[in-house]
């Protein structure tokens, strides 16, 4: 059987006939000055697999001096899957770097 999901932390899978889906939601959150996160996420899909990348930094307010990254990579097998990479970051004060990074393909 061909390889059907993707990897991650917190992994779900949802079986429907003909179809496998897999959700990651991850959510970063900065609420103390000078903090630091990196996360990278990777995900192989293939078949008819669908797969769905949320992922959101948030800088709260007073968080200031914070350093955040996230990234994710996806390696697509199959022309008949659905991935859909949907990354947010918020920010709330002043004097941070933030940004979110991702690949399919």
Known sequence: ???ERVLGARERLDRRPRERTAREDDVVEHAVPNGTSRELFKGILDGTSRGVFAGRIRVLEGAVKTDAHQSN???????????????????????VKAGHGGTVG
């Not at 697509?76 to 947010?88: I, P, Q, W």
């Open 1 to 3: 059987a061909a390889l």
């Open 73 to 95: 990579s996806n390696l697509l097998l199959s022309r008949d899957l659905f991935f859909n990479d949907t990354a947010t970051t918020e920010i709330y004060t002043d004097d």
